[in-house]
């Protein structure tokens, strides 16, 4: 028997859990030279930004143990364009689309919302918020409770209703369950983690840091155990909140560990980049794993490690399965 794959992300129902990580699928038509998007639960855009950006200078990507540093700096060709071009050809074929948007001020957030709030095609908005604040000496917006659910507020206050806001949060943090908690009670209808931890490497050769920018974001396998735990911390203290798992997840089992910690979602990035079909076959994998131990439906593992007989019900029925 197969496995009810569907979930919600808040009040909007996807086909399966599996979505692109934003900034690791383009704007779509990449991927859709492999396969059709519909098969996926939902594709999230690159970040995007009022104005177009050329990003940050090269070298900007470094592979690591177990990862890869990124320093892209939001590349893109901002919202015009993006309204112009990318967002109609997604909406033409019906790809459930989640748009994810960067800004340096709380009004540039707002900004991107009201030209998002009635264009087509907007599945939900993911808010990026590990963008330096220009108002506050560059400090990051996720790093800080207050400033982070300043834009969430403002981006809510715009958006139509019928349009999930979800909030994309950073591990950088000294207590991620207080940034999750400031940002629903700001109006976040789901929250996304986790953003890419700060990392750095130095070539040894050169005497230099790899990367021109000094310092990127760590993505990859290296960083599944940060984005476990941080699920797991926030689905316990918010429950009822929705939560997309993103970060290192090369495999269904991977997939099933975030789903188990609390996330209902899982996000898909670092393997994309060798493998444009990874988010099929993670799928595929995960429900296969879903089957084997005995769940008739996603929604049933999701935050189940965190019930006391969780680990009995998952041996038993394992064993029932043999």
């Not at 130095?202 to 840091?209: K, T």
Request: aromatic fraction near 4%.
């Amino acid at each position: 028997m197969s496995v009810d794959m569907r979930t919600f992300l808040a009040h909007v129902e996807l086909a399966n859990p599996v979505t692109t990580a934003s900034g690791c699928a383009g704007s779509g038509r990449e991927l859709a030279q492999f396969f059709d998007l519909h098969r996926l639960g939902a594709l999230v855009t690159r970040s995007i930004t009022m104005a177009p950006r050329a990003g940050r200078p090269t070298p900007r990507m470094a592979e690591t143990p177990s990862g890869m540093l990124n320093a892209v700096g939001l590349q893109g060709p901002g919202i015009d364009a993006f309204l112009e071009r990318e967002l109609p050809w997604l909406a033409q074929r019906g790809i459930r689309t989640v748009v994810s948007i960067g800004g340096g001020t709380v009004a540039e957030y707002s900004a991107l919302a009201r030209r998002l709030t009635d264009a087509p095609g907007v599945t939900a908005i993911e808010v990026n918020l590990a963008c330096p604040n220009i108002e506050d000496r560059g400090r990051v917006f996720a790093r800080d409770g207050g400033a982070a659910a300043e834009v969430i507020a403002s981006v809510r206050s715009v958006m139509r209703y019928d349009v999930p806001v979800v909030a994309k949060l950073s591990p950088d943090v000294a207590d991620v369950v207080a940034v999750a908690r400031a940002c629903v009670d700001a109006g976040a209808d789901a929250l996304s983690m986790i953003n890419n931890p700060l990392g750095m490497s130095i070539d040894v050769d050169a005497l230099r840091p790899t990367l021109a920018a000094g310092t990127g974001g760590l993505s990859g396998p290296a960083i599944l155990p940060l984005a476990v735990r941080c699920v797991w911390q926030v689905h316990a203290a918010l429950p009822g909140v929705p939560i997309v798992g993103v970060g290192g997840v090369m495999s269904g089992h991977d997939a099933l560990q975030l789903i188990l910690a609390g996330a209902c979602v899982v996000g898909v990035g670092t393997a994309l980049f060798h493998d444009p079909y990874a988010c099929l076959r993670i799928e595929r994998e995960l429900e296969e794993l879903l089957q084997a131990r005995g769940f008739h439906r996603l929604a049933d593992a999701v935050g189940l490690a965190h019930r006391p007989t969780s680990r009995h019900l998952l041996v038993d029925s394992e064993e029932s399965s043999l």
